[in-house]
């Protein structure tokens, strides 16, 4: 069964901190790995992943994938307190083309 | 570029009464999903469009739920009849087609079975 897994589940650290996010995947006929941002109900877009040990970049965020241990991190320089949020990876089978989600990390920055 | 649209926002609703969702993907984008966040928990694929095609609805409760996509644009997602497991956020999100594309997701529908 496919399957992806964050961790950690829940964190919370003070603006200014720097944050990484884990994604571990077991996807058959894996294609990409993405990340999204959830505020309050729909899902942003982030990075889409799909080379591993190329950085993608945006900001203070930023996002590296691991083919050969089925993980990729994002990570969240100089926290701000709008970067709280849920922060969620799937990982993108291919052919079938569906996203199979984690069940999310809740990122809280205290001011 | 306007979003994916959603509604209704929120419903409560009794267990065994039924409910549908409408959405209304962006402009030109084939592929529609509809997928269910149950409260902790990531996205779940219910069911994928291509055009008016069913693509993928393997995870999609047969016995009590339903999706259409008349004409390849619109959609609308029932459930009938509801029970209280069902109560969740319902989101749709569409891409440009079935390739390596983005999904953008619309704001939901929070269902309520009571």
């Known amino acids: 069964e496919d399957k992806v897994v964050q961790s950690p589940l829940s964190l919370v650290v003070h603006e200014g901190d720097t944050v990484t996010l884990n994604c571990s995947y077991e996807?058959?006929?894996?294609?990409?790995l993405l990340w999204y941002k959830q505020e309050k109900k729909a899902p942003t877009f982030l990075f889409m992943l799909?080379?591993?040990?190329i950085e993608k970049k945006s900001g203070r965020l930023s996002s590296i994938l691991d083919k050969k241990e089925l993980s990729s991190i994002l990570n969240i320089t100089a926290t701000q307190t709008g970067d709280s949020a849920i922060y969620l990876c799937?990982?993108?089978?291919?052919?079938?083309?569906?996203?199979?989600f984690g069940q999310g990390t809740r990122l809280t920055i205290n001011p | 570029e306007a979003g994916v649209a959603q509604s209704p926002r929120y419903k409560i609703i009794e267990k065994r009464q039924s409910v549908a969702f409408w959405c209304n993907p962006i402009?030109?984008?084939?592929?529609l999903y509809w997928y269910q966040q149950i409260l902790g928990q990531g996205p779940k694929l219910l069911i994928q469009?291509?055009?008016?095609?069913?693509?993928?609805d393997s995870q999609l409760p047969k016995d009590r739920f339903s999706a259409e996509r008349l004409k390849g644009v619109d959609s609308t997602l029932k459930i009938q009849p509801a029970k209280l497991e069902d109560s969740a956020v319902y989101l749709c999100?569409?891409?440009?087609?079935?390739?390596?594309?983005?999904?953008?997701f619309g704001p939901g529908t929070r269902l309520t079975v009571t």
């Open positions: 799937a990982g993108r089978i291919q052919g079938a083309q569906k996203l199979v």
């Open positions: 402009s030109g984008h084939a592929t």
């Open positions: 799909t080379s591993s040990g």
């Open positions: 469009f291509q055009n008016n095609g069913v693509v993928d």
């Open positions: 996807v058959t006929n894996f294609r990409s």
């Open positions: 999100a569409s891409s440009l087609t079935d390739g390596d594309y983005e999904q953008y």
